[in-house]
């Protein structure tokens, strides 16, 4: 598995991922060039964070920084035994597979910071072998931030499953501080055991947004503990250098907080919302397996218990597991409308244009294939401004949240879908038969487009609320949809997934370019499949643009699209001459 990043410029490439035989992890940056046609080029790694600790374990252990919360205090605090609570303490003294107590409390916690001397090598040692201190990284992309304040200092985050949230220098991947969840201990200290592999400890997906808290700006990371427990923290990285000194943990919120908080399975989102007329306040956003939509206050004071209607909300469907939502703001930036959809395959439209309280969430369409089957949401939905009103929302089917699932008994038939959402009070679940068919054909030796039967929306005929597009023989491959969607420039980019025959969640898939209102073909584009090492979103880049003349004489302005996604060379968009036009299609998202 291999999860990437790029800068804004186009400069850097950083994938994270990792290696099976001991479980660590590696982050890697590459140079990003251009060569004399325009293609993006990929260079040779310049460094591997995993390698960037000392190889001394005692050093590692003892000049690290890495913090954690004190639930009680509500402050940030350095991870070292002397500050854990006796709770805490005395689930690291569990021994492996539970049930009693072995003992070695401090020296697991002396593991987790980094000291390798108990490891198990050449017959020593009764702690698992680590190739590198940092864990496997499966599910967390790397999130880059360029630090405000003019300093221009960028840092990169992301999840392992060594337990900790670590930050790097974005420049030569020297750890700048690790933060080890609170709700992760007392268990924590079972990653030591040296029989089998480590679960998901922390391996969620990530979210950064400045916002106001207190009458100062902060630049706050909300990161979600992913498949294998069940919270979130929030984080004030405003001075990474500082984290320990600074604000640091905002807070952490679990099933401890609220016994219905679920697995985060999609990108948590931080956004503001109107709470009061007049009053608006900053939220984090997360979406949980079983189905519910909470908002979690970022301005709770430090120490305070989390209480529902005061400092978070909860907003529950009757969704087996909800997947990441897609916010709509107004022009004030404040959250309209979430969408959102389900492992049974309903999309629910949440409504915040009103004041608290807000209204139950409003089912939208329900997915199915054509023998009526239900097909599981698991990527956020993407949303575009639909013609003649309301929001065209885009997501694809299909889910693949544990290995077993690439097997083929469990491939189905898969979809893409486009539903028009009026927002119109009264308007009824939308099926679909009211949508129009696409299909996959081939118009040549290597190329493939989607085609379909015009239409208009908003018409009158029930077969007018949008298009859907079903993966061509997925019930034989596998092929289904489990990241979301890129909007860039007019067109709507994704990447489907098949998986590998093993079982295992690598595979291979195809790239799709579609005009998002018509769910067709653009002139001269294509369908291509490609290697993706796993369900993996791609790297979208934009390179040189240059000026065409169009059929009605006027100008156009037409850019490269190229296509990072490991393990493969560069793709590049197939419109005309090898560009993407820039004006092909008018979909822009409600931001």
């Known amino acids: 598995m291999t999860q990437q990043t790029a800068d804004p410029l186009g400069k850097w490439l950083w994938r994270a991922g990792f290696e099976s035989q001991s479980w660590s992890g590696s982050l890697k940056k590459y140079p990003l060039g251009t060569s004399s046609n325009g293609t993006v080029t990929i260079g040779a790694a310049l460094w591997d964070a995993a390698d960037q600790w000392p190889a001394a374990s005692g050093d590692s252990a003892t000049e690290r920084k890495i913090w954690t919360l004190d639930r009680t205090t509500g402050n940030t605090t350095e991870f070292r035994w002397e500050n854990l609570s006796p709770q805490q303490q005395q689930g690291l003294h569990q021994a492996p597979g539970g049930g009693r107590s072995d003992g070695p409390g401090e020296r697991r916690i002396n593991y987790l910071r980094g000291q390798r001397d108990a490891e198990r090598v050449n017959g020593r040692g009764v702690f698992r072998s680590r190739t590198s201190l940092l864990g496997g990284i499966l599910n967390s992309t790397p999130l880059l931030v360029r630090q405000s304040g003019g300093s221009g200092r960028e840092v990169l985050y992301v999840a392992a499953n060594d337990g900790m949230l670590h930050a790097f220098s974005a420049a030569d991947g020297i750890e700048l501080f690790g933060y080890v969840p609170g709700f992760l201990l007392p268990e924590l200290g079972q990653s030591s055991n040296p029989a089998g592999a480590p679960r998901n400890w922390f391996d969620g997906k990530l979210a950064m947004q400045e916002v106001r808290l207190n009458g100062a700006r902060k630049t706050v990371l909300v990161a979600a503990a992913g498949v294998g427990s069940k919270g979130v923290v929030a984080l004030d990285v405003s001075r990474p250098d500082q984290f320990g000194s600074g604000t640091g943990a905002l807070w952490e919120f679990s099933d401890a907080d609220d016994p219905a908080m679920g697995v985060v399975i999609g990108m948590p989102a931080i956004a503001t919302f ?24 970022l301005d709770k004071p430090a120490g305070a218990r989390w209480q529902r209607g005061v400092n978070y909300f909860k907003l529950a469907t009757s969704a087996e597991g909800l997947s990441a939502a897609a916010l709509v703001p107004d022009e004030n930036g404040t959250v309209r409308f979430a969408f959102a959809g389900d492992l049974a395959g309903k999309l629910w439209r949440f409504d915040f244009t009103g004041v608290l309280p807000w209204p139950s969430p409003k089912l939208v369409f329900s997915a199915s294939d054509s023998g009526g089957k239900s097909q599981p949401i698991v990527a956020k939905p993407g949303v575009v401004f639909a013609p003649g009103g309301g929001y065209l929302v885009l997501f694809g089917t299909g889910r693949l949240l544990t290995p077993e699932e690439g097997l083929a008994i469990h491939h189905a038939p898969q979809s893409l879908y486009a539903v028009h959402d009026t927002t119109v009070p009264g308007q009824p679940v939308i099926s679909r038969a009211a949508l129009v068919a696409r299909t996959v054909r081939k118009s040549g030796r290597d190329s493939t487009i989607i085609d379909g039967a015009a239409f208009t929306y908003g018409s009158e005929t029930s077969d007018r609320k949008g298009w859907y597009l ?25 990447r489907s997934l098949i998986p590998a025959n093993d079982g295992c969640d690598r595979g291979d898939g195809r790239t799709y370019f579609l005009d998002p209102l018509t769910g067709l073909s653009p002139a001269g584009s294509t369908v291509m499949r490609t290697s993706t090492g796993g369900p993996v979103a791609p790297v979208v880049l934009s390179s040189f643009d240059r000026s065409a003349s169009s059929a009605a004489g006027g100008a156009v302005l037409l850019r490269r699209i190229t296509l990072l996604t490991p393990g493969v060379s560069p793709s590049v968009s197939p419109g005309l001459g090898g560009q993407a036009a820039a004006s092909s299609s008018s979909a822009p998202a409600p931001a």
């Open 470 to 494: 079903d993966f061509p023989e997925a019930s034989r491959t596998g092929e289904r949809q489990v990241e979301t969607a890129l909007a860039n420039n007019g067109l709507l980019i994704f």
């Open 274 to 297: 109107r709470v009061r007329l007049g009053e608006r306040r900053s939220f984090a956003v997360v979406s949980t397996e079983p189905g519910g939509l909470f908002l979690l206050a």
